[in-house]
């Protein structure tokens, strides 16, 4: 029944899928396939379907997902966590009073660290255990879920568009070595997220565990880049900090927010934490955290045009009726049910990511809010090029999988543009500047900019042949796109047999390491040579780039 | 859940729903009908896959107007689509091999293809060979919903709080619903599929070194055994570690409640599986790693153990003093009986190895434990295994095999093999007499 259902799920796609011995390069003659028997047991089609897959592995902080390319969704996706590395017949979490016995006690900065894959600061990084992680990550993935032999089978890594070197490199070296694969392509996590949305450019939000990062994307390349440290673990944080205080309204007073009298909010770096809180919040983050829409009294202030105005009224007799306090039972000792204000919910999001009661103007560079940073990363673009991302925002990463955050953070960075303006200039300045009429008016938006053009029938004939073909171009709206994941991706991109920029061979990259990378340009230019004829070392043939990531 | 045929009079084929025996719940409750018994998942799948060009009643020429763009509700719909726009992006835009079927696969089988091929040998320079010189344009973005692009909209949005806000906590997902939900979002019990049965495989293991199988277990669906089997345990020496007591009268060590601050000897044997003597080299960093390290000596480093001959060869040629204290040794190995210094003489000594039996050596092993609850008071909690007291120890083992050459007696090859291995000693107690925890 249902056991044989896998297989032949995935069978038809088989046939759709192009062979990938074709795609390297344009072959001189056509020839036939050559089938290769990898071994005289199994069957000679088998292995002949066996070779054309080519697997996708989005790797993150706390996960990886692992799938087969032209699929819409991977075929697992393994989280990293604290039991994974347990001794063998180690089976005291089965234990019936195991829940309740404290353990550790980690400090602040490293508070979900055994969740957590790697860090970008890697002081405190042990590379050989993120090797065996990804190892037995890959190896599960192989084993239990994809069932195949990883031997021949070329690899699509979507991976973060910074990541450190050593990393990188024992990513590489770990599945090189010890899963025989013989080419990974690297893609960059913000493009394919920008190919699974259909665009070709875009501003990309990742609200990642760790930061959330923002990259400017036009025509595929990345252009510009924004961090902040606002990201899942700072509202995982503010929710532990949350349920702490529900559950025991007597602790609330020394350490909750609130009654430290001002009105700052203070990342909870004083406290810290059992690690079984840990877990319990991530949960009720990622069940019932949620958003408004738009702030709290917004309704009042702007009384047209904003997108979530419109929609607000037919839902507002549905929240009226609905309970008020969300109840959420507690795995912890005292196992209690807390009963939390559902407005309560949301405070954690618009604390830890859109800084919420917080003055901008103290905050570090790397901690400014969401609304502020993507409207950041906008002025910095060209302004054609802000016209065309600001009409494609696309929200992704673990994050964007909060109720309202989507919508609001669509509203906050309208109201910002429409506050604002273009003009780099802020506050006291650009307030002079706009009192004062000698100096011109500011700059508007780029729709302003681009003045319609005298209509002819050559140019309408001449557009209509360019609309058959070329972009219809969006822009100077603000504007969300979904986005169905790097992973998708990278499937899509897989399956298209686009040749990637970073393709590293299996020979090439054990024989130098990441150190045998030839840089981006040396590439383009050793191409350039052979096009002109010059016969060039037989060294150039299997040069490689990091691109990207060099 | 069971398949239960549907009984509906006049239709030619009777469809199929899923039940449940326990809770009376159908499949024709959410109208999922199946049409075949088996292959459950490929069926989910294409009803909740089914494109949308291919629903029916759908006008596919209509032009969508761009705003109303949302997110339809499964992502495999959009996942086709837009595949199947970059697709035709591609190729108008690409003038691709012209080989390649639409597909994508070199299609040798129509004469079309075949005649297409053989063109470009008898004409070259015209036709397909020749690549079109004007300019590539680029590849558009999509701008439909049949093009896979879909608008962040706010009722999604509004939706997801409404629900949250009256249903609460227990109509959405738990991470566990969740990890086996690899439709991304599944953020409520609603959204929740059907999963696949997770099928195994007999698989056989390589060594990751040198790609020699190790494991290979027997074709046949039915059989449980193994075609080529190598146990690491054939090949290296078992280890194995039992207390060394002062006196015999000292009251036996419990191992879970080892006392800190004192120096505990450990006696370390070492068994020899091969046919072969050996020698073995043992290492240990002097501390053991971790938060508390503990200081580890083992007194007799390197020591020879004999080879796992047959038992009687040695007990017939050894003199009977020899015979009659390796016989009772032998049996003793890895006996929980109390083995104390001065026992028959013996001292805990440097260099020295304290028994030596057929194929087997003890060595004795110093640690001095050092107290884990000291210090750092409200700093962490120690984890739940601060309190385990383990060392690791390299293992080098060396020894001389006879090599078969075809037809006569080889020469003897020296063999070498390096391994390190963790030693679980037990774990530290509490030190006696502490005010307080």
């Known amino acids: 029944m249902t056991t044989a259902a896998g ?96 353990r550790k006690r980690k400090r602040d900065y490293r508070w979900g660290e055994d969740h957590e894959l790697w860090r970008m600061d890697l002081r405190g990084v042990d590379l050989g255990l993120v090797e065996d992680k990804i190892e037995r990550a890959v190896r599960e993935a192989f084993t239990k879920y994809l069932l195949l032999d990883s031997k021949n089978k070329r690899l699509v890594l979507v991976l973060p568009s910074l990541l450190p070197h050593l990393l990188l490199s024992s990513v590489l070296t770990t599945v090189f070595v010890n899963f025989q694969t013989p080419s990974i392509t ?140 969300a109840s959420i039972p507690s795995p912890l000792p005292p196992r209690k049910t807390l009963q939390i204000p559902f407005t309560k919910l949301a405070e954690p999001v618009e604390k830890g990511l859109l800084a919420l009661g917080t003055n901008i103007h103290n905050l570090d560079h790397e901690e400014q809010p969401l609304p502020q940073l993507m409207y950041a990363t906008l002025l910095a673009l060209p302004p054609d090029v802000r016209a065309v991302c600001m009409s494609r925002l696309i929200i992704t990463g673990g994050g964007s999988n909060i109720a309202g955050l989507k919508s609001r953070l669509v509203y906050e960075l309208t109201s910002l543009i429409e506050k604002r303006g273009w003009n780099p200039v802020q506050r006291r300045v650009a307030r002079k500047v706009a009192e004062n009429p000698k100096l011109g008016k500011p700059r508007g938006g780029p729709e302003t900019m681009l003045e319609p053009q005298v209509e002819d029938e050559i140019t309408q004939k001449l557009e209509k042949e360019k609309l058959k073909r070329a972009t219809v171009e969006v822009g100077g709206e603000v504007r969300g796109v979904e986005t169905l994941g790097a992973w998708a991706g990278g499937s899509l991109v897989a399956s298209l047999k686009v040749k990637g920029v970073v393709e590293i061979e299996r020979d090439t990259f054990l024989a130098h390491g990441l150190a045998g990378a030839k840089r981006e340009s040396e590439m383009v230019a050793a191409t350039q040579r052979m096009s002109l004829g010059a016969r060039t070392a037989l060294g150039e043939k299997n040069a490689w780039t990091l691109g990207n990531w060099a | 859940m069971t398949v239960n045929a549907l009984e509906i009079p006049d239709h030619p084929t009777r469809p199929f729903i899923l039940s449940c025996g326990y809770c009376n719940w159908t499949s024709q409750e959410i109208g999922v009908q199946l049409d075949k018994v088996g292959q459950m998942s490929a069926q989910m799948s294409n009803i909740f896959n089914r494109s949308l060009r291919e629903t029916p009643g759908r006008p596919t020429n209509a032009p969508e107007p761009t705003l109303d763009l949302s997110r339809p509700d499964n992502p495999g719909t959009v996942f086709a689509n837009l595949k199947a726009f970059l697709k035709t992006q591609l190729n108008d835009h690409h003038p691709d091999n012209p080989l390649l079927t639409p597909s994508g ?89 059907p999963i696949p049965m997770l ?42 570690t039992k207390p060394l007591h002062q ?104 260099g020295k190895v304290w028994e030596k039996g057929r194929n087997w050596t003890s060595v004795v092993l110093e640690v001095g434990i050092v107290d884990v609850d000291a210090g750092d008071e409200g700093e962490e909690w120690g984890s739940e295994d601060e309190d385990v007291l383990e060392l690791p120890v390299f293992v080098r083992v060396e020894w001389e095999a006879e090599v078969e050459e075809r037809g006569k007696e080889g020469g003897k090859e020296k063999r070498e093999l390096a391994y390190w291995v963790v030693l679980g000693l037990g774990r530290v107690g509490k030190l006696e007499g502490t005010v307080g925890s």
């Not at chain 1, 396939?33 to 902080?61: D, K, N, W």
């Not at chain 1, 995982?236 to 949350?242: G, P």
Request: hydrophobic share 30%; proline share 8%; aromatic share 8%.
């Open chain 1, 7 to 102: 297989y032949f799920d995935r069978k038809p796609n088989a046939g759709v899928r192009p062979g990938i011995a074709h795609l390297q390069a344009d072959p001189p003659s056509p020839h036939t396939p050559q089938r290769t028997f990898s071994s005289t047991l199994s069957s000679p089609s088998l292995s002949y379907r066996a070779e054309e897959e080519i697997l996708v592995f989005e790797l993150g902080a706390r996960h990886l997902s692992v799938g087969i390319a032209g699929e819409n969704h991977p075929r697992c996706r393994l989280e990293f966590g604290p039991e994974d590395s347990r001794r063998v017949g180690d089976y005291r979490p089965y234990y019936p009073e195991y829940q309740d016995r404290p």
């Open chain 1, 186 to 325: 690297l893609f960059a996590s913000p493009t394919a997220n920008v190919v699974a949305a259909g665009c070709r450019a875009g501003l990309v939000v990742d609200i990642g565990w760790d930061e959330t990062v923002i990259t400017a994307v036009y025509d595929f390349r990345e252009i510009k880049v924004l961090r902040t440290a606002r990201a899942m673990k700072v509202v995982t944080k503010h929710m532990a900090e949350l349920l702490k205080e529900h559950e025991d309204p007597s602790a609330a007073g020394t350490d909750g927010p609130e009654s430290s009298g001002n009105q700052e909010e203070q990342l909870p770096f004083q406290l810290s934490f059992d690690s079984r809180y840990f877990e319990f919040a991530e949960e009720v983050t990622m069940r019932t955290a949620w958003c408004p829409m738009e702030p709290e009294g917004a309704g009042q202030q702007s009384n047209d045009t904003s997108p979530a105005e419109k929609k607000k009224d037919p839902s507002e007799p549905a929240e009226t009726k609905a309970p008020d306090t």
């Open chain 2, 105 to 193: 696969d070199i299609n040798y089988s129509s004469p079309t293809a075949l005649a297409r091929i053989m063109s470009l040998y008898t004409n070259l320079g015209s036709g397909y060979g020749k690549r079109s010189t004007q300019k590539p344009t680029t590849m558009r973005e999509s701008s439909s919903l049949e093009e896979g692009l879909c608008l962040t909209s706010l009722n999604t949005d509004m939706d997801a709080i409404t629900k949250l806000r009256n249903e609460g906590y227990p109509c959405t997902t738990s991470p566990s619903q969740r990890a086996g939900q690899l439709h991304i979002p599944c953020a409520f019990t609603s959204d929740l599929r």
């Open chain 2, 199 to 240: 099928l195994r495989t007999k698989r056989a293991k390589r060594c990751r070194a040198c790609r020699h199988i190790l494991v290979k277990p027997e074709a046949k669906i039915e059989s449980t055994r193994y075609r080529i089997r190598l146990l690491a345990r054939n090949y290296i020496p078992t280890v194995h």
């Open chain 2, 247 to 350: 006196a015999p009268t000292q009251t036996p060590l419990d191992l879970n409640n080892i006392p800190p601050l004192q120096t505990s000897q450990f006696l370390l044997s070492l068994r020899n599986p091969l046919f072969d003597p050996i020698v073995v080299t043992l290492a240990t960093p002097n501390r053991t790693p971790g938060r508390r390290g503990h200081k580890v000596t083992i007194l007799c480093p390197q020591f020879d153990i004999g080879a796992n001959a047959d038992k009687w060869d040695e007990a017939l040629s050894s003199a009977s003093a020899i015979q009659q204290r390796t016989g009772r040794s032998t049996q003793r190995f890895g006996d929980p009986r109390l083995e104390y210094v001065g026992q028959e003489g013996k001292v805990a000594e440097a």
